[in-house]
């Protein structure tokens, strides 16, 4: 009894790429790799690198770049040294991981809830991480601050009550807005009646503080946020793959196997300790949680939640606006209101602009 010959196994069909996309294969792991991310990525990277080079050569001190560049190897005058390792170096880092941490936490922001106008500044989340960083030194007489910790405390909290009272995360973006916005108004009345029963001098050290500032930062806040960044921003890079499906309606990406309440939850606490981590480092930093993922939208594109350029955005713009600050005027201009003197113009470009610059599918 004879058995037919087996039927030729068809070729298996070849792995269907994007025409933006390319595989990047390192042994039996492949990972998908749209252009025009990757070279946005990569050009961010670059500009980051100058204005982390401009920011140690340039300053509101008499030390010219060349003098820098030296003090930065060790070399030359020590004061010189001191200053540039000891100071202008910790403030850069410090700046680096605010920028980055706020800007990440916009764009989780922003694509959770479907409005550009949903940030950590406008849903009382950053206000609560301040008053929760000024009220623990309020009445003791001290200009420092409390410590950095503080911030993701207080941010969590606010978060809290703001989810309370919206109705849950999965709420409309313009509900949640409304709630965070007065959230604010309340935190922000809070932290000013707690400076006005301060003395002079630590009042204007706070306040100082409390409009979004890097004087003072070193290495010893740096390095644990920096730690604390470390685990948190590949977890946000991760949370933009279920985001991106977020982006379409609710029963589209049920279909997809995404698990709504889960999802939202555990990107609204990353959003939560990213930005009150920024707030413990810099205080709240305006604008720039906004500003940095839709820009970064318009770079890379429309086709990815923009998590990696929202960091590198922020953390560049973070250290420009720091820079500026340092070497437009006599006196030093703390960070924040650099970013809130630019951020005006570019919310009524937001505003009245292309809806097309926003990072998800509602204005």
């Given amino acids: 009894m004879s058995s037919s010959p087996p039927a030729p196994s068809s070729p298996a069909a070849p792995p269907v790429v994007p025409e933006d996309s390319v595989v990047v294969r390192a042994g039996t792991l492949s990972v998908l790799?749209?252009?025009?991310?990757?070279?946005?990525?990569?050009?961010?990277?670059?500009?980051?690198?100058?204005?982390?080079?401009?920011?140690?050569?340039?300053?509101?001190?008499?030390?010219?770049?060349?003098?820098?560049?030296?003090?930065?190897?060790?070399?030359?005058?020590?004061?010189?040294?001191?200053?540039?390792?000891?100071?202008?170096?910790?403030?850069?880092?410090?700046?680096?991981?605010?920028?980055?941490?706020?800007?990440?936490?916009?764009?989780?922001?922003?694509?959770?809830?479907?409005?550009?106008l949903a940030t950590p500044d406008l849903l009382g989340v950053n206000g609560g991480a301040t008053a929760a960083v000024l009220l623990s030194v309020t009445g003791t007489g001290a200009a420092t601050l409390g410590q950095w910790w503080l911030g993701p405390v207080g941010a969590a909290a606010a978060a809290a009550l703001v989810v309370l009272a919206a109705g849950g995360t999965g709420t409309r973006g313009h509900r949640i807005l409304v709630v965070g916005l007065g959230l604010s108004t309340v935190t922000n009345a809070l932290v000013q009646l707690a400076m006005a029963r301060e003395n002079l001098q630590s009042a204007g050290g706070l306040f100082v503080w409390s409009l979004g500032s890097l004087n003072g930062r070193d290495y010893a806040v740096a390095g644990p946020v920096?730690?604390?960044?470390?685990?948190?921003?590949?977890?946000?890079?991760?949370?933009?793959?279920?985001?991106?499906?977020?982006?379409?309606?609710?029963?589209?990406?049920?279909?997809?196997?995404?698990?709504?309440?889960?999802?939202?939850?555990?990107?609204?606490l990353l959003a939560v300790a990213l930005a009150g981590l920024s707030v413990?480092?810099?205080?709240?930093?305006?604008?720039?949680?906004?500003?940095?993922?839709i820009l970064a939208a318009r770079l890379t594109g429309p086709a990815r939640v923009p998590v990696v350029g929202s960091a590198l955005l922020g953390a560049g713009l973070v250290v420009a606006a720091d820079t500026l600050g340092r070497v437009v005027a006599p006196a030093e201009i703390p960070v924040g209101v650099v970013t809130g003197v630019l951020g005006g113009p570019f919310l009524l470009w937001v505003l009245f602009g292309d809806t097309r610059t926003a990072p998800s599918r509602k204005a």
């Fill in 226 to 268: 920096g730690l604390c960044l470390a685990v948190l921003l590949p977890l946000a890079v991760l949370a933009g793959r279920q985001l991106a499906v977020l982006r379409f309606d609710d029963e589209v990406a049920l279909s997809l196997g995404v698990r709504l309440r889960r999802v939202r939850l555990l990107v609204l």
């Fill in 33 to 116: 790799l749209p252009r025009r991310s990757a070279l946005a990525g990569a050009a961010l990277g670059l500009v980051v690198f100058l204005l982390v080079s401009a920011s140690v050569l340039v300053g509101s001190s008499d030390m010219s770049p060349p003098a820098a560049a030296q003090a930065l190897l060790g070399i030359g005058d020590p004061l010189d040294v001191l200053l540039v390792q000891e100071f202008r170096l910790p403030r850069i880092v410090a700046g680096l991981l605010c920028g980055a941490a706020l800007g990440t936490a916009g764009c989780l922001t922003q694509t959770l809830s479907g409005n550009r």
């Fill in 280 to 293: 413990g480092i810099a205080g709240p930093v305006g604008f720039l949680a906004m500003a940095a993922p």
